[in-house]
């Protein structure tokens, strides 16, 4: 594989463990990084983006613009791609990788574009035009996900686990039409974890998370994703030849302590946010059974979120078509709403970052929070404005990480 050195790198080679440690969390998270063939096989062969600065601009999400004619940029913007019980496509994997190292073909391109349904709502629909492979295969799923601020990822870290599992009724005892589960996440001859991060609850601690993005995003291997061949199946013949002699003792690009310089980083992006009361449609229109204004926190104290971090059916309007782990097609964890992505620009909302705003956002409900959204309907435009308004408090609620060196 080609080496692409970069100056930082320069006088040792990309690659070099005693390097690369000497970089701070902050280093490594907006560092584009490059494949190599020394101490780790580096990049690729096939990835998303080259660093998680790409995708998660100074911490914060995806940054999407709506064209006035439909077409729709983005970076941060992936695209998932598996049959409805979360399989991966038998060709390309769970995740289309738009990008390659030199000598590989990338797997395709997603063309994003935005359609205006009812009520003034836009949903986004995403077309492949596949660059290798033998393209769309019968009864594959597609769907975006847009990478999430990383503004509340610091607080859901600090939740206690018997917190979230004090919130969850997913037989619906209370009857209020609510009933938010756990996802439990299976390991193979360990106790299952619950899934706290990520649009479905997919990931247990922010490590679990950093070490999934270096892997299925851009190809970078670690202790829990060594595998140098990364996303590419063995379907895909280029791809796995370009991994390189796939020595089952390579180094790992990212050993322990670099994920942990990785996640301390996350970590530090969200600070305890101070927020104000909300106001009584909050509660009236239910928001707050599945945003929960508190959680309770490992260290006994507690941590504004707005999110009992559980699954909830959210209906047809926003479904995957795939599951993800045991969340089905329409499961989604409640976003906690506290953060910084408010003041972000080009930030948009929900999973795939349809809603250009709360409004918008809300009017997405279904499912189980059908009831609640149509309370919200029936509020008066004046209250709207006071639930909405509060809600964008909420997510402004924290500084937005220095956009500098
Ligand atoms: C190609 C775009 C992309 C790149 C590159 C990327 N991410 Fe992400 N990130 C995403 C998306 C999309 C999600 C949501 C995934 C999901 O819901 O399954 C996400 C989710 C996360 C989350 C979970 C946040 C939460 O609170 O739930 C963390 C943490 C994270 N990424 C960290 C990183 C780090 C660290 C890197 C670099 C090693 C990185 N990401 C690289 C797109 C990206
Ligand atoms: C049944 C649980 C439930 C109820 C009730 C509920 N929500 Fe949500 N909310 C969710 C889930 C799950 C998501 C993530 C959906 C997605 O991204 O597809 C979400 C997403 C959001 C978002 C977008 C956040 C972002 O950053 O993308 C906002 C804003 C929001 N909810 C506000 C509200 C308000 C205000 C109410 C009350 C009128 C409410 N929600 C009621 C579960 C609920």
């Known amino acids: 594989m080609k080496i692409i050195v970069v100056a930082i790198f320069a006088a040792v080679g990309f690659g ?27 990049l690729g062969p096939i990835f998303n983006e080259a660093s998680c600065h790409a995708c998660h601009w100074f911490g914060g999400g995806a940054r999407i613009r709506v064209r006035r004619d439909g077409e729709v940029a983005g970076a941060g913007v992936l695209l998932r791609h598996t049959f409805v019980d979360g399989k991966g496509d038998p060709h390309y994997g769970v995740q289309l990788q738009n990008k390659a190292v030199d000598g590989v073909e990338p797997e395709g391109v997603a063309d994003m574009s935005a359609l205006r349904v009812a009520d003034g709502l836009t949903r986004f629909l995403a077309s492949v035009r596949f660059t290798s492979g033998p393209g769309r295969t019968a009864g594959i799923t597609m769907s975006l996900r847009a990478a999430p601020a990383l503004d509340s990822t610091a607080l859901v870290a600090q939740v206690s686990a018997a917190a979230i599992v004090a919130g969850a009724d997913s037989q619906d ?6 009933s938010g589960r ?18 479905k609850a997919t990931a247990a601690r922010v490590e679990d998370q950093v070490a999934n993005a270096l892997w299925f995003d851009m190809g970078l291997t670690s202790p829990a994703h060594p595998a140098p061949q990364g996303e590419c199946t063995t379907r895909q013949h280029d791809c796995l ?56 926190t490992e260290d006994g104290g507690s941590v504004a979120l707005y999110s009992n971090l559980l699954l909830h059916n959210m209906g047809e309007g926003l479904t995957s078509y795939g599951g993800e782990g045991s969340a089905s097609p329409t499961e989604w964890r409640t976003t906690p709403l506290v953060g910084f992505r408010g003041k972000l620009p080009d930030h948009r909302y929900l999973h795939d970052g349809r809603a250009a705003n709360i409004d918008e956002a809300i009017r997405w409900h279904g499912g189980e929070a059908k009831t609640s959204r149509d309370a919200y309907i029936a509020l008066s435009a004046s209250e709207k404005l006071k639930l909405t308004s509060f809600v964008l408090t909420l997510m402004s609620s924290m500084p937005v990480p220095p956009q500098g060196d």
Not at 20 to 37: I, P
Not at 173 to 178: A, F, S
Request: glycine share 8%; charged share 20%; proline share 8%.
């Open 16 to 42: 070099s463990a005693a390097e690369a440690q000497d970089l701070t969390g902050a280093q490594m998270f907006r560092q584009n990084w490059t494949s190599a063939e020394t101490a780790s096989d580096g």
């Open 173 to 178: 005892k209370n009857k209020d039409g609510i």
């Open 182 to 199: 756990i996802h439990l996440l299976q390991v193979p001859g360990k106790k299952p974890k619950i899934g706290r991060f990520n649009w």
């Open 241 to 296: 030849e370009a991994s390189g002699s796939q020595s089952p003792d390579l180094a790992v690009d990212f050993d322990g302590n670099k994920i942990a310089g990785l996640a301390d980083h996350v970590r530090s992006l969200a600070v305890p946010p101070k927020v104000p009361e909300p106001p009584q449609s909050f509660a009236d229109a239910k928001c707050s059974a599945c945003h929960t204004p508190y959680m309770k």
